[in-house]
């Protein structure tokens, strides 16, 4: 009677296998199908998003306005137009324009400012743009209304759409990315778009997904049916020794055998089939089995020696930044301070000051993408870089120098890396500077007794983003007694246990607590105003600081 209702229950657990296994073949095909879909979705977002975001950097927010009240376009409307059309000819995009509404009580009145034509365009009759030319039925009512609230609804950050489109009388997806355009009292002037067709690709992978599915299953259907068939013979007797000699083996072990003892016996499988090698593989399972415990031991030295390397890493890389301070104690003129601390044992931050010549003082600060071991590599190399080539010429500015090693970056960067930079160089015998921001966070300023405030203006691209880039300087203004503060976005963007990030307003709160105090005190006082906020939350950012004070001079 046992093994009656065991030979059952074999039965109703193979039927029950081969349904299960079928089902999860189905979910697996489908899911891999829904995912690979949604990744090639946002593959073609990132692509579209960089172009839009690298155009949308070049137009000047002012000259727009300008253009549009005078119905012309502008040298320097021209130059971005040039531009645009440029990123077309060169990238997989579809279309990139500029529209805006001319009345925000107006909904249905769009009209263009300009969009980017190539030759081919040009040789197909497309027309080139013309300023304030109203926008037609090219556009869906879900763009119309992106666009819209684009312009309207105060948030500069890059949005993305999602509609179908009629080519040459089939649908195709077309995935569109808008951002506003800002003037320099933050007015959105207009909306930058980008388009690219992206549902050929995807539709030719949705239907080899299908066919690949379709045939698993019915392969998967096919040879559970011819096991089913033969088990009955073949595989229940075996599979039931099997059990047996597994089950005596778990009760060895929870009968507290000491693990050399422990044996397992081989099932003596009738013919040479997978059953054999399935009872010989559970043999040497066991087998290995202690052997894995004997060896954890070595196991966990090994994982000891790998962070002892981490730790030696971690000093090597703290070693490669100046820490010795105060850093040029001949220099009476000035007062500097700077701190790294990394997320993990090694960071992507890294700041740096250097004296170009006996006057000119090159401060760094910058970011690299990534974590880990990874950004590590890639921070060296951005700092060996800038510095090498800062102090290679002395008449390079630091737009150029940027322009530089951006070039070099971008050689072999295969995982797509790249780094934001704050890089000024500081007059210090008049307190004149220039300074390129990359991407990276606003710097803040103290004026001789005053308080902090952040000093905003329009960031360059990140370097490594894109070859022949080109980076906006910006002329600043140290006066003795005023202070800069810059810093990685490991400051503003801490967070707390309850998601909250300590942001900008706790950032100049912390500065301004003493904001008279020296560059050290400066940052220690920051550094526990991030602590006090994050309390027990595990850093998810690298923190890098610097603070500068210019001190007067006696004469």
Not at 309 to 328: C, K, T, Y
Not at 364 to 375: F, L, T
Request: hydrophobic content about 40%; aromatic content about 10%; some cysteine.
């Amino acid at each position: 009677m046992h093994k009656k209702i065991t030979m059952r229950l074999s039965q109703i657990f193979m039927r029950f296998s081969f349904l299960l296994l079928v089902a999860l073949g189905v979910l697996l095909c489908s899911t891999a199908i829904y995912f690979y879909q949604r990744d090639m979705k946002e593959t073609y977002y990132d692509y579209v998003s960089s172009i839009v975001s690298v155009s949308r950097a070049g137009l000047d927010g002012d000259d727009i306005r300008a253009c549009i009240e005078k119905g012309e376009m502008s040298p320097k409307l021209n130059d971005a137009l040039a531009q645009m059309n440029m990123y077309k000819e060169n990238s997989r995009v579809s279309y990139i324009y500029l529209v805006y509404y001319p009345d925000e009580a107006d909904p249905g009145d769009m009209r263009y400012v300009l969009y980017a034509n190539t030759d081919a365009d040009r040789a197909d009759g497309v027309e080139d743009s013309v300023i304030n030319s109203p926008c037609g039925e090219e556009y869906t009512e879900n763009m119309w209304r992106g666009f819209y609230e684009a312009q309207f609804g105060g948030r500069d950050e890059i949005r993305f759409l999602e509609n179908i489109t009629h080519i040459n009388g089939s649908e195709v997806l077309m995935l569109t990315a808008i951002a506003p355009v800002y003037d320099r009292e933050g007015n959105a002037v207009c909306v930058i778009g980008g388009d690219i067709f992206a549902d050929i690709v995807i539709g030719h992978t949705r239907s080899y997904l299908l066919s690949v599915t379709f045939y698993a299953i019915i392969v998967l259907a096919v040879g559970f049916l011819g096991f089913f068939l033969l088990g009955r013979r073949f595989i229940l007797k075996p599979l039931a020794d099997i059990t047996k000699s597994t089950g005596e083996f778990v009760d060895a072990v929870g009968r507290t055998e000491a693990p050399e003892d422990l044996t397992y016996g081989v099932v003596d499988v009738r013919d040479n089939t997978e059953l054999r090698d399935l009872s010989r593989q559970l043999a040497h399972m066991m087998a290995t089995t202690k052997d894995y415990m004997v060896n954890l031991k070595t196991v966990t030295a090994e994982k000891e020696r790998i962070g002892a390397e981490l730790s030696v890493a971690a000093q090597i890389q703290a070693d490669m930044l100046p820490r010795i301070f105060p850093p040029f104690p001949d220099k009476e003129s000035f007062d500097l301070y700077a701190t790294m601390t990394p997320a993990k044992e090694i960071g992507g931050d890294f700041y740096d000051f250097f004296f170009a010549d006996e006057d000119h003082l090159v401060l760094v600060m910058a970011d690299v993408s990534g974590k880990g071991v990874p950004a590590a590599l890639f921070m060296m190399i951005a700092r060996t870089l800038i510095k090498n080539r800062a102090q290679s010429e002395m008449s390079l500015s630091p737009s150029a120098i940027l322009a530089d090693v951006n070039g070099q970056l971008c050689e072999s960067n295969e995982e797509d890396m790249f780094v934001t930079v704050w890089l000024g160089i500081l007059d210090i015998t008049t307190g004149k500077g220039m300074a390129v921001n990359a991407g990276h966070e606003h710097p803040a300023v103290r004026r001789a007794g005053g308080n902090f405030e952040l000093v905003k203006y329009r960031h360059s691209p990140a370097v490594a983003v894109m070859e022949g880039m080109k980076f906006r300087e910006h002329e600043f203004q140290l006066d003795p007694g005023d202070t800069l503060y810059i810093y990685t976005d490991g400051v503003p963007e801490a967070t707390n246990a309850e998601n909250e990030l300590f942001g900008e307003e706790r950032l100049l709160a912390a500065l301004n607590r003493e904001p008279d105090a020296d560059p050290e005190k400066l940052l220690q006082n920051m550094r526990e105003a991030i602590d006090a906020f994050v309390a027990d939350t595990p850093p998810f950012d690298d923190t890098t600081m610097l603070a500068i004070r210019m001190n007067p001079v006696s004469l």
